[in-house]
Protein backbone atom coordinates (compact mmCIF):
# COMPACT_ATOMS: atom_id res chain seq x y z
CA UNK A 1 0.00 0.00 0.00
CA UNK A 2 1.64 2.93 -1.02
CA UNK A 3 2.21 6.20 1.67
CA UNK A 4 -0.16 8.54 1.76
CA UNK A 5 -0.42 11.50 4.17
CA UNK A 6 -4.25 12.53 3.72
CA UNK A 7 -5.73 15.97 4.52
CA UNK A 8 -8.58 13.87 6.71
CA UNK A 9 -5.35 12.50 8.94
CA UNK A 10 -3.66 15.50 9.17
CA UNK A 11 -6.67 17.88 10.42
CA UNK A 12 -7.22 14.57 13.15
CA UNK A 13 -3.69 15.19 14.40
CA UNK A 14 -3.77 18.94 14.80
CA UNK A 15 -7.25 19.15 15.91
CA UNK A 16 -6.31 16.73 18.78
CA UNK A 17 -3.10 19.19 19.43
CA UNK A 18 -5.19 22.07 20.48
CA UNK A 19 -5.97 23.34 23.33
CA UNK A 20 -3.60 21.53 25.31
CA UNK A 21 -1.09 24.14 25.40
CA UNK A 22 -0.75 25.20 28.99
CA UNK A 23 -0.27 21.39 30.25
CA UNK A 24 2.61 21.07 27.31
CA UNK A 25 4.17 24.94 27.93
CA UNK A 26 7.53 24.29 29.27
CA UNK A 27 8.27 27.82 28.83
CA UNK A 28 9.65 29.23 31.91
CA UNK A 29 9.59 32.86 33.20
CA UNK A 30 11.38 35.19 31.00
CA UNK A 31 11.83 37.79 33.95
CA UNK A 32 13.30 35.20 36.27
CA UNK A 33 15.87 34.40 33.67
CA UNK A 34 17.08 37.62 32.80
CA UNK A 35 18.13 38.16 36.46
CA UNK A 36 22.28 38.81 37.00
CA UNK A 37 23.82 35.78 38.03
CA UNK A 38 21.54 33.26 35.66
CA UNK A 39 23.50 30.61 33.29
CA UNK A 40 22.44 33.22 30.62
CA UNK A 41 23.77 36.64 31.69
CA UNK A 42 26.78 36.97 30.80
CA UNK A 43 27.16 36.13 26.81
CA UNK A 44 23.11 36.85 25.97
CA UNK A 45 22.55 38.72 23.03
CA UNK A 46 20.25 40.97 23.69
CA UNK A 47 17.70 43.01 20.66
CA UNK A 48 14.31 44.19 20.27
CA UNK A 49 11.78 43.55 18.00
CA UNK A 50 8.64 46.40 17.28
CA UNK A 51 6.60 43.71 17.37
CA UNK A 52 6.03 40.16 18.36
CA UNK A 53 6.60 37.54 15.28
CA UNK A 54 3.67 35.62 13.78
CA UNK A 55 3.73 32.06 13.79
CA UNK A 56 7.15 30.71 13.46
CA UNK A 57 5.65 27.26 12.35
CA UNK A 58 7.49 26.94 9.29
CA UNK A 59 4.97 26.43 6.56
CA UNK A 60 3.23 29.37 7.81
CA UNK A 61 5.42 32.46 8.14
CA UNK A 62 4.52 35.28 6.83
CA UNK A 63 6.52 38.27 8.28
CA UNK A 64 10.04 39.07 8.54
CA UNK A 65 10.47 39.27 12.06
CA UNK A 66 9.20 35.53 12.13
CA UNK A 67 11.96 34.75 9.42
CA UNK A 68 14.70 36.31 10.99
CA UNK A 69 13.81 34.41 14.36
CA UNK A 70 13.15 30.87 12.85
CA UNK A 71 16.48 30.65 11.37
CA UNK A 72 18.41 30.60 14.67
CA UNK A 73 15.89 27.47 16.15
CA UNK A 74 15.46 25.66 12.73
CA UNK A 75 17.10 23.76 10.07
CA UNK A 76 16.68 23.52 6.55
CA UNK A 77 19.08 21.03 4.39
CA UNK A 78 20.94 24.43 3.46
CA UNK A 79 21.37 28.26 4.59
CA UNK A 80 22.85 31.18 3.52
CA UNK A 81 26.62 32.41 4.61
CA UNK A 82 25.81 35.84 6.12
CA UNK A 83 28.41 37.41 4.59
CA UNK A 84 28.49 36.45 0.70
CA UNK A 85 24.42 35.43 0.48
CA UNK A 86 25.32 31.98 -1.06
CA UNK A 87 23.61 28.61 -0.22
CA UNK A 88 25.76 26.51 2.28
CA UNK A 89 25.00 23.20 3.95
CA UNK A 90 23.28 23.31 6.83
CA UNK A 91 21.50 19.26 7.32
CA UNK A 92 22.99 18.42 3.92
CA UNK A 93 26.20 16.63 4.30
CA UNK A 94 26.89 16.45 0.29
CA UNK A 95 24.84 17.01 -2.64
CA UNK A 96 25.02 16.44 -6.78
CA UNK A 97 22.76 17.25 -9.51
CA UNK A 98 21.80 14.59 -12.29
CA UNK A 99 23.44 15.00 -15.62
CA UNK A 100 20.42 16.79 -16.88
CA UNK A 101 19.29 18.80 -13.86
CA UNK A 102 15.95 17.18 -13.23
CA UNK A 103 17.31 15.92 -9.60
CA UNK A 104 19.17 16.97 -6.52
CA UNK A 105 20.89 14.21 -4.56
CA UNK A 106 21.23 14.68 -0.94
CA UNK A 107 23.11 13.08 1.60
CA UNK A 108 22.51 14.21 5.35
CA UNK A 109 24.47 14.61 8.16
CA UNK A 110 24.31 11.77 10.31
CA UNK A 111 24.30 12.88 14.30
CA UNK A 112 22.04 15.84 14.01
CA UNK A 113 19.40 15.24 17.03
CA UNK A 114 16.26 17.51 17.66
CA UNK A 115 15.85 19.41 20.33
CA UNK A 116 14.96 17.91 23.51
CA UNK A 117 10.84 18.54 24.02
CA UNK A 118 8.18 16.59 25.85
CA UNK A 119 6.68 15.47 22.34
CA UNK A 120 9.89 12.40 22.05
CA UNK A 121 8.13 11.22 25.47
CA UNK A 122 10.96 9.39 27.29
CA UNK A 123 13.61 9.40 24.93
CA UNK A 124 13.47 13.01 24.94
CA UNK A 125 14.46 13.59 21.59
CA UNK A 126 15.87 11.30 18.56
CA UNK A 127 18.18 11.73 15.65
CA UNK A 128 16.87 13.73 12.18
CA UNK A 129 16.59 11.22 9.18
CA UNK A 130 15.88 10.98 5.49
CA UNK A 131 11.74 10.92 6.38
CA UNK A 132 11.89 13.62 8.02
CA UNK A 133 12.47 15.97 5.36
CA UNK A 134 9.97 13.84 3.29
CA UNK A 135 7.52 14.44 5.82
CA UNK A 136 7.78 18.25 5.91
CA UNK A 137 8.22 18.87 2.01
CA UNK A 138 5.23 16.49 2.04
CA UNK A 139 3.02 18.66 4.35
CA UNK A 140 4.63 21.87 2.67
CA UNK A 141 2.87 20.19 -0.75
CA UNK A 142 -0.25 19.66 1.01
CA UNK A 143 -3.42 22.07 1.50
CA UNK A 144 -2.87 22.68 5.40
CA UNK A 145 -5.08 25.34 7.20
CA UNK A 146 -1.89 27.38 8.42
CA UNK A 147 -0.03 26.23 5.15
CA UNK A 148 1.05 29.44 4.07
CA UNK A 149 4.10 28.38 2.15
CA UNK A 150 2.95 25.84 -0.98
CA UNK A 151 4.39 28.73 -3.14
CA UNK A 152 8.17 27.68 -2.49
CA UNK A 153 7.37 24.10 -4.25
CA UNK A 154 4.99 24.75 -6.45
CA UNK A 155 7.06 25.31 -9.48
CA UNK A 156 10.16 23.94 -8.62
CA UNK A 157 9.46 20.20 -7.00
CA UNK A 158 8.13 17.37 -9.25
CA UNK A 159 4.17 16.62 -8.68
CA UNK A 160 3.47 19.70 -6.50
CA UNK A 161 0.53 20.69 -7.86
CA UNK A 162 -1.22 17.43 -9.06
CA UNK A 163 -0.64 16.00 -4.99
CA UNK A 164 -2.13 19.02 -4.24
CA UNK A 165 -4.96 19.36 -5.98
CA UNK A 166 -5.42 15.66 -5.68
CA UNK A 167 -5.45 16.85 -1.84
CA UNK A 168 -7.14 19.54 -1.50
CA UNK A 169 -9.87 18.05 -3.51
CA UNK A 170 -10.76 14.69 -1.22
CA UNK A 171 -9.34 12.13 -4.09
CA UNK A 172 -6.14 10.93 -2.08
CA UNK A 173 -5.04 8.92 -4.93
CA UNK A 174 -1.54 10.44 -5.49
CA UNK A 175 2.05 10.00 -3.61
CA UNK A 176 4.27 13.28 -3.41
CA UNK A 177 6.69 12.47 -5.81
CA UNK A 178 8.73 15.55 -5.13
CA UNK A 179 11.28 13.82 -2.37
CA UNK A 180 12.01 10.48 -2.14
CA UNK A 181 13.98 9.39 1.19
CA UNK A 182 16.52 6.53 -0.50
CA UNK A 183 18.26 5.30 2.74
CA UNK A 184 18.06 7.09 6.38
CA UNK A 185 20.77 9.57 5.47
CA UNK A 186 20.03 10.05 1.64
CA UNK A 187 16.95 11.39 -0.22
CA UNK A 188 16.39 13.06 -3.83
CA UNK A 189 14.81 15.56 -4.74
CA UNK A 190 13.35 15.26 -8.12
CA UNK A 191 12.42 18.60 -10.09
CA UNK A 192 9.64 19.52 -12.36
CA UNK A 193 12.96 20.86 -14.81
CA UNK A 194 16.44 22.89 -14.18
CA UNK A 195 15.44 25.44 -11.57
CA UNK A 196 18.10 27.97 -11.36
CA UNK A 197 17.36 28.78 -7.72
CA UNK A 198 16.56 25.71 -5.89
CA UNK A 199 19.67 25.95 -3.69
CA UNK A 200 18.16 28.99 -2.54
CA UNK A 201 14.81 27.78 -2.65
CA UNK A 202 15.87 24.66 0.04
CA UNK A 203 17.06 27.35 2.52
CA UNK A 204 14.61 29.50 2.96
CA UNK A 205 12.42 29.64 6.12
CA UNK A 206 9.54 27.71 5.53
CA UNK A 207 12.10 24.52 3.71
CA UNK A 208 13.21 24.27 7.57
CA UNK A 209 12.66 20.92 8.98
CA UNK A 210 10.75 19.31 12.05
CA UNK A 211 9.92 16.07 14.01
CA UNK A 212 6.24 14.82 12.91
CA UNK A 213 6.13 13.77 16.53
CA UNK A 214 6.00 18.17 17.21
CA UNK A 215 3.20 18.59 15.15
CA UNK A 216 1.35 14.95 16.67
CA UNK A 217 2.13 16.71 19.85
CA UNK A 218 0.96 20.22 19.73
CA UNK A 219 -0.92 20.69 16.49
CA UNK A 220 -0.94 24.44 15.65
CA UNK A 221 0.17 25.28 19.33
CA UNK A 222 3.73 24.77 17.53
CA UNK A 223 3.82 28.04 15.75
CA UNK A 224 4.79 29.11 19.56
CA UNK A 225 6.83 25.62 20.64
CA UNK A 226 9.49 25.28 18.21
CA UNK A 227 11.13 21.57 17.55
CA UNK A 228 14.33 22.43 15.94
CA UNK A 229 17.96 21.22 15.29
CA UNK A 230 19.64 24.61 15.01
CA UNK A 231 22.01 26.24 17.35
CA UNK A 232 19.64 27.73 20.02
CA UNK A 233 16.44 26.35 21.60
CA UNK A 234 13.06 27.89 22.70
CA UNK A 235 13.68 29.06 26.37
CA UNK A 236 10.56 31.17 27.23
CA UNK A 237 8.27 33.46 25.77
CA UNK A 238 5.40 35.72 27.29
CA UNK A 239 4.06 38.92 25.42
CA UNK A 240 6.89 41.35 26.94
CA UNK A 241 10.03 38.86 24.87
CA UNK A 242 11.00 35.50 23.88
CA UNK A 243 14.03 33.91 24.53
CA UNK A 244 16.71 31.58 22.79
CA UNK A 245 19.09 29.77 24.52
CA UNK A 246 22.40 27.67 23.18
CA UNK A 247 21.83 24.16 21.95
CA UNK A 248 24.60 22.02 23.84
CA UNK A 249 23.83 19.30 21.61
CA UNK A 250 24.55 21.44 18.31
CA UNK A 251 25.77 18.79 15.69
CA UNK A 252 28.12 21.42 14.22
CA UNK A 253 30.72 21.77 16.49
CA UNK A 254 32.98 24.06 14.80
CA UNK A 255 30.14 26.02 15.20
CA UNK A 256 28.75 25.78 18.43
CA UNK A 257 27.02 29.01 19.57
CA UNK A 258 29.40 31.20 21.81
CA UNK A 259 26.38 32.79 23.27
CA UNK A 260 24.42 30.80 26.08
CA UNK A 261 21.32 33.06 24.35
CA UNK A 262 19.20 35.49 22.49
CA UNK A 263 16.91 37.89 24.62
CA UNK A 264 14.26 39.18 21.83
CA UNK A 265 12.19 42.12 23.68
CA UNK A 266 9.26 43.26 22.34
CA UNK A 267 9.28 47.39 22.38
CA UNK A 268 7.36 49.16 20.03
CA UNK A 269 8.43 52.73 20.43
CA UNK A 270 11.62 52.95 18.56
CA UNK A 271 12.71 56.19 20.52
CA UNK A 272 12.68 53.72 24.23
CA UNK A 273 14.28 51.38 22.03
CA UNK A 274 17.04 53.58 20.59
CA UNK A 275 17.20 54.52 24.95
CA UNK A 276 17.40 50.85 25.95
CA UNK A 277 20.39 50.92 23.84
CA UNK A 278 22.14 53.92 25.01
CA UNK A 279 21.61 52.54 28.48
CA UNK A 280 23.68 49.25 27.97
CA UNK A 281 20.34 47.21 27.74
CA UNK A 282 20.32 46.29 24.72
CA UNK A 283 23.31 45.09 22.41
CA UNK A 284 22.16 45.88 19.18
CA UNK A 285 19.39 48.41 17.00
CA UNK A 286 18.24 47.72 14.00
CA UNK A 287 16.42 50.62 12.26
CA UNK A 288 16.73 53.88 13.74
CA UNK A 289 13.64 56.25 14.85
CA UNK A 290 13.66 58.48 11.84
CA UNK A 291 13.32 62.04 13.88
CA UNK A 292 17.04 60.85 15.22
CA UNK A 293 18.15 59.68 11.93
CA UNK A 294 20.43 62.80 11.61
CA UNK A 295 21.79 63.12 15.09
CA UNK A 296 22.85 59.76 15.24
CA UNK A 297 24.66 59.99 11.86
CA UNK A 298 26.13 63.49 12.79
CA UNK A 299 27.30 62.30 16.18
CA UNK A 300 28.41 58.81 14.42
CA UNK A 301 31.01 60.50 12.45
CA UNK A 302 32.58 62.51 15.20
CA UNK A 303 34.34 62.39 18.62
CA UNK A 304 33.11 63.70 21.21
CA UNK A 305 29.58 63.72 20.08
CA UNK A 306 26.34 63.32 22.11
CA UNK A 307 26.34 59.25 22.84
CA UNK A 308 26.90 57.17 19.67
CA UNK A 309 30.56 58.04 18.57
CA UNK A 310 31.67 55.40 20.51
CA UNK A 311 28.84 52.73 18.93
CA UNK A 312 29.53 50.89 15.86
CA UNK A 313 26.98 52.09 13.16
CA UNK A 314 26.63 50.02 10.09
CA UNK A 315 24.90 51.19 6.76
CA UNK A 316 23.52 48.79 3.82
CA UNK A 317 20.71 49.08 0.91
CA UNK A 318 18.61 46.56 1.76
CA UNK A 319 16.87 44.20 -1.02
CA UNK A 320 13.31 45.33 0.55
CA UNK A 321 11.00 47.50 -0.94
CA UNK A 322 7.54 49.30 0.56
CA UNK A 323 4.59 49.66 -0.97
CA UNK A 324 0.85 50.09 -0.99
CA UNK A 325 -0.87 47.06 -2.33
CA UNK A 326 -4.52 46.66 -3.59
CA UNK A 327 -6.72 43.94 -3.33
CA UNK A 328 -7.50 43.44 -7.51
CA UNK A 329 -10.60 41.99 -7.10
CA UNK A 330 -12.57 44.63 -4.86
CA UNK A 331 -14.26 47.12 -8.31
CA UNK A 332 -12.54 50.04 -7.19
CA UNK A 333 -8.90 49.08 -7.42
CA UNK A 334 -9.49 46.71 -9.95
CA UNK A 335 -9.62 50.11 -12.50
CA UNK A 336 -6.02 49.76 -13.61
CA UNK A 337 -6.32 53.67 -14.88
CA UNK A 338 -7.40 54.58 -10.70
CA UNK A 339 -4.42 52.74 -9.39
CA UNK A 340 -2.36 54.48 -11.76
CA UNK A 341 -3.97 57.74 -10.48
CA UNK A 342 -2.65 56.88 -7.09
CA UNK A 343 0.73 56.08 -7.72
CA UNK A 344 0.79 59.78 -9.76
CA UNK A 345 -0.46 61.32 -6.78
CA UNK A 346 2.20 59.88 -4.15
CA UNK A 347 5.50 62.57 -3.67
CA UNK A 348 7.89 59.35 -2.72
CA UNK A 349 10.82 62.08 -2.34
CA UNK A 350 8.72 64.19 0.28
CA UNK A 351 8.24 60.63 2.16
CA UNK A 352 11.56 59.95 2.25
CA UNK A 353 13.10 63.19 2.90
CA UNK A 354 10.46 64.31 5.06
CA UNK A 355 8.57 61.48 7.11
CA UNK A 356 11.75 58.99 6.61
CA UNK A 357 14.54 61.35 7.74
CA UNK A 358 16.44 60.38 4.74
CA UNK A 359 16.95 56.86 5.95
CA UNK A 360 16.20 55.04 2.84
CA UNK A 361 18.05 54.03 0.20
CA UNK A 362 16.18 56.19 -2.41
CA UNK A 363 12.24 56.90 -3.57
CA UNK A 364 10.60 54.44 -5.44
CA UNK A 365 10.21 56.07 -8.75
CA UNK A 366 11.49 52.49 -10.78
CA UNK A 367 10.16 49.08 -10.58
CA UNK A 368 9.10 46.63 -7.97
CA UNK A 369 12.74 45.18 -7.64
CA UNK A 370 14.93 47.06 -5.53
CA UNK A 371 18.61 48.35 -6.61
CA UNK A 372 21.43 45.87 -6.04
CA UNK A 373 21.53 43.40 -9.14
CA UNK A 374 24.73 44.67 -11.16
CA UNK A 375 23.32 42.11 -13.93
CA UNK A 376 19.92 43.80 -14.31
CA UNK A 377 19.23 46.45 -16.66
CA UNK A 378 16.83 48.64 -14.24
CA UNK A 379 16.97 51.61 -16.90
CA UNK A 380 14.08 49.65 -19.12
CA UNK A 381 12.07 49.64 -16.11
CA UNK A 382 9.21 52.57 -16.57
CA UNK A 383 7.77 53.35 -12.52
CA UNK A 384 6.27 56.24 -11.60
CA UNK A 385 6.68 59.58 -9.79
CA UNK A 386 4.63 62.42 -8.28
CA UNK A 387 2.75 64.05 -10.93
CA UNK A 388 -0.59 66.00 -10.29
CA UNK A 389 -1.32 66.17 -13.74
CA UNK A 390 -1.19 62.94 -14.44
CA UNK A 391 -2.89 61.78 -11.64
CA UNK A 392 -5.60 63.95 -12.45
CA UNK A 393 -5.47 62.43 -16.34
CA UNK A 394 -5.98 59.08 -15.12
CA UNK A 395 -8.39 59.59 -12.56
CA UNK A 396 -10.40 61.08 -15.51
CA UNK A 397 -9.72 58.30 -17.74
CA UNK A 398 -10.88 55.98 -14.95
CA UNK A 399 -14.17 57.20 -15.01
CA UNK A 400 -14.44 57.07 -10.81
CA UNK A 401 -16.26 59.51 -9.68
CA UNK A 402 -14.68 60.65 -6.69
CA UNK A 403 -18.02 62.28 -4.84
CA UNK A 404 -19.69 58.83 -4.95
CA UNK A 405 -16.45 56.90 -4.13
CA UNK A 406 -16.84 55.44 -1.00
CA UNK A 407 -14.50 56.50 1.96
CA UNK A 408 -11.16 54.33 1.28
CA UNK A 409 -9.12 52.68 4.52
CA UNK A 410 -5.32 52.54 4.50
CA UNK A 411 -4.11 49.57 6.20
CA UNK A 412 -0.94 49.61 7.89
CA UNK A 413 0.86 47.69 10.60
CA UNK A 414 1.85 48.95 14.21
CA UNK A 415 5.30 48.78 14.32
CA UNK A 416 6.16 52.19 16.51
CA UNK A 417 4.77 55.43 15.33
CA UNK A 418 6.73 54.94 11.43
CA UNK A 419 4.09 53.60 9.76
CA UNK A 420 1.32 55.58 11.27
CA UNK A 421 3.12 58.61 10.00
CA UNK A 422 4.30 57.29 6.65
CA UNK A 423 0.21 56.50 6.48
CA UNK A 424 -0.95 60.11 7.99
CA UNK A 425 1.01 61.64 4.84
CA UNK A 426 -0.19 59.93 2.54
CA UNK A 427 -3.60 60.29 3.44
CA UNK A 428 -2.76 64.26 3.13
CA UNK A 429 -1.45 63.73 -0.75
CA UNK A 430 -4.32 61.79 -1.67
CA UNK A 431 -6.52 64.28 -0.39
CA UNK A 432 -4.36 67.10 -1.62
CA UNK A 433 -3.75 65.73 -5.08
CA UNK A 434 -7.37 63.71 -6.28
CA UNK A 435 -9.88 65.24 -2.72
CA UNK A 436 -9.66 61.65 -1.96
CA UNK A 437 -10.79 60.97 1.34
CA UNK A 438 -8.46 58.03 3.22
CA UNK A 439 -8.90 56.66 6.66
CA UNK A 440 -6.06 54.94 8.38
CA UNK A 441 -6.63 51.46 10.18
CA UNK A 442 -3.85 49.85 12.33
CA UNK A 443 -3.35 46.55 12.91
CA UNK A 444 -0.31 43.72 14.42
CA UNK A 445 1.55 42.96 10.95
CA UNK A 446 0.03 39.19 11.53
CA UNK A 447 -3.54 40.56 11.58
CA UNK A 448 -2.44 42.60 8.52
CA UNK A 449 -1.10 39.89 6.56
CA UNK A 450 -3.49 37.47 7.07
CA UNK A 451 -6.39 39.96 6.67
CA UNK A 452 -4.87 41.01 3.23
CA UNK A 453 -4.04 37.31 2.44
CA UNK A 454 -8.16 36.28 2.87
CA UNK A 455 -9.41 39.43 1.15
CA UNK A 456 -10.51 41.18 3.84
CA UNK A 457 -8.81 44.32 3.50
CA UNK A 458 -8.51 45.82 0.25
CA UNK A 459 -6.13 48.82 0.61
CA UNK A 460 -2.96 48.87 2.52
CA UNK A 461 0.76 49.44 2.94
CA UNK A 462 3.73 46.56 3.36
CA UNK A 463 7.20 46.16 2.44
CA UNK A 464 8.77 42.79 1.01
CA UNK A 465 12.33 41.62 1.62
CA UNK A 466 13.82 38.78 -0.08
CA UNK A 467 14.58 35.65 1.43
CA UNK A 468 17.19 35.28 -0.72
CA UNK A 469 19.29 37.58 -3.48
CA UNK A 470 17.46 36.86 -6.80
CA UNK A 471 14.62 39.37 -8.66
CA UNK A 472 12.23 35.95 -8.20
CA UNK A 473 12.02 36.77 -4.43
CA UNK A 474 9.95 39.87 -5.75
CA UNK A 475 8.32 38.97 -8.90
CA UNK A 476 6.89 35.16 -7.75
CA UNK A 477 4.57 37.10 -5.28
CA UNK A 478 2.46 38.30 -8.66
CA UNK A 479 2.44 34.99 -10.30
CA UNK A 480 -1.06 33.53 -10.95
CA UNK A 481 -0.34 29.84 -11.29
CA UNK A 482 -0.16 29.38 -6.95
CA UNK A 483 -2.28 26.94 -6.38
CA UNK A 484 -2.44 27.77 -2.93
CA UNK A 485 -4.44 30.44 -4.03
CA UNK A 486 -7.23 28.74 -3.57
CA UNK A 487 -6.51 27.19 -0.39
CA UNK A 488 -8.39 28.09 3.06
CA UNK A 489 -4.98 29.70 3.72
CA UNK A 490 -5.51 32.70 1.52
CA UNK A 491 -3.52 33.63 -1.55
CA UNK A 492 -0.20 34.44 -0.22
CA UNK A 493 2.03 35.75 -1.48
CA UNK A 494 0.08 36.94 -3.97
CA UNK A 495 -1.82 39.27 -1.74
CA UNK A 496 -3.23 40.98 -4.27
CA UNK A 497 -4.51 38.27 -6.80
CA UNK A 498 -3.18 39.84 -9.53
CA UNK A 499 -3.29 37.88 -12.66
CA UNK A 500 -1.66 37.95 -16.30
CA UNK A 501 -0.51 34.97 -18.35
CA UNK A 502 2.52 36.93 -20.18
CA UNK A 503 4.00 38.27 -17.18
CA UNK A 504 3.95 34.33 -15.91
CA UNK A 505 5.27 33.28 -19.17
CA UNK A 506 8.55 35.78 -18.97
CA UNK A 507 9.16 34.80 -14.92
CA UNK A 508 8.98 31.01 -15.74
CA UNK A 509 11.63 31.50 -18.34
CA UNK A 510 13.60 33.26 -15.95
CA UNK A 511 13.38 30.89 -13.13
CA UNK A 512 14.02 27.97 -15.80
CA UNK A 513 16.96 29.18 -17.56
CA UNK A 514 20.58 28.49 -16.88
CA UNK A 515 21.43 31.08 -19.45
CA UNK A 516 22.61 34.90 -17.82
CA UNK A 517 21.50 36.61 -20.22
CA UNK A 518 18.32 35.27 -20.94
CA UNK A 519 17.12 34.45 -17.16
CA UNK A 520 17.91 38.42 -16.81
CA UNK A 521 16.17 39.90 -20.18
CA UNK A 522 12.78 37.46 -18.83
CA UNK A 523 13.10 39.13 -15.53
CA UNK A 524 13.15 42.38 -17.03
CA UNK A 525 10.26 41.85 -19.13
CA UNK A 526 7.83 40.61 -16.51
CA UNK A 527 8.76 43.24 -14.56
CA UNK A 528 8.02 45.69 -17.24
CA UNK A 529 4.23 44.01 -18.05
CA UNK A 530 4.02 44.14 -13.83
CA UNK A 531 4.43 48.12 -13.44
CA UNK A 532 2.24 48.50 -16.85
CA UNK A 533 -0.69 46.71 -14.73
CA UNK A 534 0.31 48.99 -11.62
CA UNK A 535 -1.04 45.91 -9.24
CA UNK A 536 1.11 48.09 -6.30
CA UNK A 537 2.53 51.66 -5.76
CA UNK A 538 5.81 51.79 -5.01
CA UNK A 539 7.11 53.84 -2.13
CA UNK A 540 10.64 53.57 -1.56
CA UNK A 541 13.58 50.99 -1.40
CA UNK A 542 15.27 50.70 1.87
CA UNK A 543 18.83 51.08 3.81
CA UNK A 544 19.32 48.77 6.22
CA UNK A 545 21.00 51.24 9.80
CA UNK A 546 22.11 48.98 12.86
CA UNK A 547 23.36 50.31 16.14
CA UNK A 548 26.30 47.84 17.56
CA UNK A 549 27.54 47.94 20.67
CA UNK A 550 31.69 48.24 20.49
CA UNK A 551 31.54 44.33 22.42
CA UNK A 552 29.72 43.10 19.84
CA UNK A 553 32.18 40.93 16.78
CA UNK A 554 31.64 38.58 14.03
CA UNK A 555 28.50 39.76 13.36
CA UNK A 556 27.88 40.25 9.56
CA UNK A 557 25.03 42.78 8.08
CA UNK A 558 23.94 42.03 5.00
CA UNK A 559 20.90 43.49 2.75
CA UNK A 560 18.15 40.92 3.91
CA UNK A 561 19.27 40.93 7.45
CA UNK A 562 19.88 37.81 7.34
CA UNK A 563 21.25 36.55 11.03
CA UNK A 564 23.87 34.06 11.93
CA UNK A 565 24.14 34.19 15.81
CA UNK A 566 26.12 30.76 15.74
CA UNK A 567 29.50 33.40 14.71
CA UNK A 568 28.83 36.32 17.28
CA UNK A 569 31.27 36.71 20.11
CA UNK A 570 31.60 39.68 22.84
CA UNK A 571 34.99 40.99 23.05
CA UNK A 572 35.06 41.26 26.89
CA UNK A 573 31.74 39.52 28.13
CA UNK A 574 29.53 42.44 29.94
CA UNK A 575 27.50 42.02 32.69
CA UNK A 576 23.93 41.84 32.06
CA UNK A 577 21.87 45.18 33.02
CA UNK A 578 18.09 44.85 33.99
CA UNK A 579 15.60 46.39 31.56
CA UNK A 580 14.08 49.41 33.24
Not at 114 to 136: M, Q, S
Not at 393 to 420: C, E, M, Q
Request: net charge negative; with cysteine.
Amino acid sequence: MPKKITLALICLVLISGCGEQTSKNSNRNISDSLQAGSFLAERLFRLNEAEEPGSLFPPEITDVIAARTSTAVYEGLFRLDAESLTPIPALAKSWSFSEDGSSLKVNLKPGVYFHENPCFGREKTRELVAEDIVYCFTNLASPLKNNHSFHVLENALRGSKEYYEDQQTGKYEKDFEGVVANSKYSLTIYLQKSVRDILFLLSRPECAIYPREALDYYGFELEKMMVGTGPFKLHSWDENGLILEKNNNYHDSSLSPWLTGIHISFVKDKKRELQKFKNGELDMVYSLPHDYVVEVLEDSYQKGGRGYSHFTLQRIPELSTEILGFNLQNPVFANKDFRKALSFSINRKELVDEVLNGQAYSAGNAGFIPPGFNAYDYEKIQGYSYNIDSARLYLDRSGVDISTLPKLTLHTASKGSFNVSVAARIKEQLSDALNIDVGINILEISELIDGVSRGEIDFYRIGWTADYPSPNEFLSIFIDGNTSAKSESGTFPNLGRFSNSKFDEWLNIARASVVDSLTWAAYSNAEQILMRNCPVIVLWYDEGYRLLQPHVKDFPMNSIQYRDFRTVRFENPVTLKEGK
